[in-house]
């Protein structure tokens, strides 16, 4: 007697046309690409959202600074405090649309990434992706990081936007103590209307300067700091002064390593190198299996244990965080009382990973 519901087949495809298996069922290439469309679509729309929120932020600074504006320039009392506050308030604005762009330059990041890597790649000679995309797309989505310090999005988003809201609120202040309630006819009388209670007006003045001033030096020190391209924007942002600023602050070791590299590269972090050391009755059985699943080397290294006073062999395997997973079960899978020490690299040379260049 025949099951009236047979259990679904699964699918089977030939060796060459299938990229990777999950509980035996094999991902074709077409499949895969049409997993990879609909992930840039969903990183798409996050990274709208995102944009969206900067947006919202950057909407309240300018409602703010409109009704504080208003306000003191249509009264002729004393109420240029109302922007001094207002400036305070738009700073807490400023700050909150920094880090609210650094989750957006996260989500642009990956977007761009398979923008420039994967699709872009498909377009020109010879056809293939770029050989660490997915490397960088997986450890992006296994190990999230900002690729953006909060100073610079601070100061990017400064030079953007808020560097002309808050020289409205300046001038705006200015005009105020001019203005009201008569014109000020000379300096001194000037300085003594900007005094508030105890604090006299030349503080007053000199904290206002202050305050601007390190506005202004955090949006200049961090121009050059480009760190992620998610969004589209000049290097320099049209301000050639900051190019040797820029040249001179550079701690990007790709740059070091690769001057002819161009402003319109692609975007990549580096990725985490870690060195694998497995102590190992079967040496070869793991190292076979290693140099053909993940086509990494593996080195032996003779050694002796102190507790058992029994000879091992020690095998040294460099990789990179996303690779750590697929090590284990091969080691498992030949050994499974093998000991194995996974420990991040400072830096790895050589083939498979960065060129050793001096």
């Given at each position: 007697?025949t099951d009236?519901n047979?259990?679904?087949?699964?699918?089977?495809?030939?060796?060459?046309?299938?990229?990777w298996?999950?509980?035996?069922?094999?991902?074709?290439?077409?499949?895969f690409?049409?997993?990879?469309?609909?992930?840039y679509?969903a990183e798409?729309?996050?990274?709208n959202?995102?944009?969206m929120r900067?947006?919202?932020?950057?909407?309240?600074?300018?409602?703010?600074?409109s009704?504080?504006?208003?306000?003191?320039?249509?009264?002729?009392?004393?109420?240029?405090?109302?922007?001094?506050?207002?400036s305070?308030l738009?700073t807490?604005?400023?700050?909150?649309?920094?880090?609210r762009y650094?989750?957006?330059?996260?989500?642009?990041?990956?977007?761009?990434?398979?923008?420039t890597d994967?699709?872009?790649a498909?377009?020109?000679p010879?056809f293939?992706p770029?050989?660490?995309?997915?490397e960088?797309?997986a450890?992006?989505?296994?190990?999230?990081?900002?690729?953006?310090?909060m100073w610079?999005a601070?100061g990017?988003r400064?030079?953007?936007n808020?560097?002309?809201i808050?020289?409205?609120?300046?001038?705006?202040w200015a005009?105020?103590?001019?203005l009201?309630?008569t014109?000020?006819?000379?300096w001194a009388d000037?300085?003594?209307?900007v005094?508030?209670?105890?604090?006299?007006?030349?503080v007053?003045?000199?904290?206002?300067?202050?305050?601007n001033?390190?506005?202004?030096?955090?949006?200049?020190?961090t121009?050059?700091?480009?760190?992620?391209?998610?969004?589209?924007l000049?290097?320099?942002e049209g301000?050639?002064?900051?190019?040797g600023l820029?040249?001179?602050?550079?701690?990007?070791?790709?740059?070091n390593?690769?001057?002819?590299?161009?402003?319109?590269?692609?975007?990549?972090r580096?990725?985490?190198q870690l060195?694998?050391?497995?102590?190992?009755t079967?040496?070869r059985?793991?190292?076979d299996?290693?140099i053909?699943?993940?086509?990494?080397?593996?080195?032996?290294?003779h050694g002796q244990?102190m507790?058992?006073n029994t000879e091992?062999?020690?095998?040294?395997?460099?990789?990179?965080?996303?690779?750590?997973a697929h090590?284990?079960?091969l080691v498992?899978?030949?050994?499974s009382?093998?000991?194995?020490?996974?420990?991040?690299?400072?830096?790895v040379?050589?083939?498979?990973?960065?060129?050793?260049?001096?």
């Amino acid at each position: 007697m025949t099951d009236s519901n047979p259990a679904p087949e699964k699918n089977t495809p030939p060796p060459d046309e299938s990229v990777w298996s999950y509980r035996g069922y094999h991902l074709r290439s077409s499949e895969f690409t049409t997993a990879m469309v609909h992930f840039y679509r969903a990183e798409i729309q996050r990274s709208n959202t995102w944009r969206m929120r900067l947006d919202n932020t950057t909407n309240w600074a300018v409602i703010t600074t409109s009704a504080a504006v208003s306000f003191a320039l249509s009264s002729p009392q004393n109420h240029y405090g109302v922007i001094i506050l207002n400036s305070l308030l738009v700073t807490i604005f400023l700050w909150i649309e920094a880090r609210r762009y650094r989750y957006y330059e996260l989500w642009s990041l990956r977007t761009r990434l398979m923008e420039t890597d994967f699709f872009a790649a498909m377009l020109v000679p010879p056809f293939t992706p770029h050989p660490e995309w997915a490397e960088n797309l997986a450890e992006s989505l296994l190990t999230p990081e900002f690729p953006i310090s909060m100073w610079e999005a601070f100061g990017r988003r400064f030079r953007r936007n808020y560097f002309w809201i808050f020289m409205v609120l300046n001038a705006a202040w200015a005009f105020k103590i001019y203005l009201h309630p008569t014109p000020a006819l000379t300096w001194a009388d000037f300085v003594s209307r900007v005094s508030i209670g105890s604090i006299s007006g030349e503080v007053m003045i000199t904290l206002g300067l202050v305050f601007n001033s390190l506005l202004i030096l955090a949006g200049i020190l961090t121009a050059g700091l480009t760190q992620a391209s998610g969004e589209v924007l000049p290097k320099f942002e049209g301000m050639p002064v900051f190019r040797g600023l820029w040249r001179s602050m550079e701690v990007h070791e790709e740059h070091n390593h690769h001057p002819e590299k161009t402003e319109t590269s692609s975007p990549r972090r580096r990725r985490q190198q870690l060195l694998a050391i497995i102590i190992t009755t079967k040496p070869r059985e793991v190292a076979d299996q290693i140099i053909k699943e993940m086509r990494r080397g593996a080195t032996s290294l003779h050694g002796q244990g102190m507790y058992s006073n029994t000879e091992r062999e020690v095998l040294l395997v460099a990789l990179t965080v996303t690779e750590t997973a697929h090590l284990k079960a091969l080691v498992q899978a030949q050994d499974s009382g093998a000991f194995v020490i996974v420990m991040p690299a400072q830096e790895v040379l050589g083939r498979g990973f960065k060129p050793l260049k001096m």
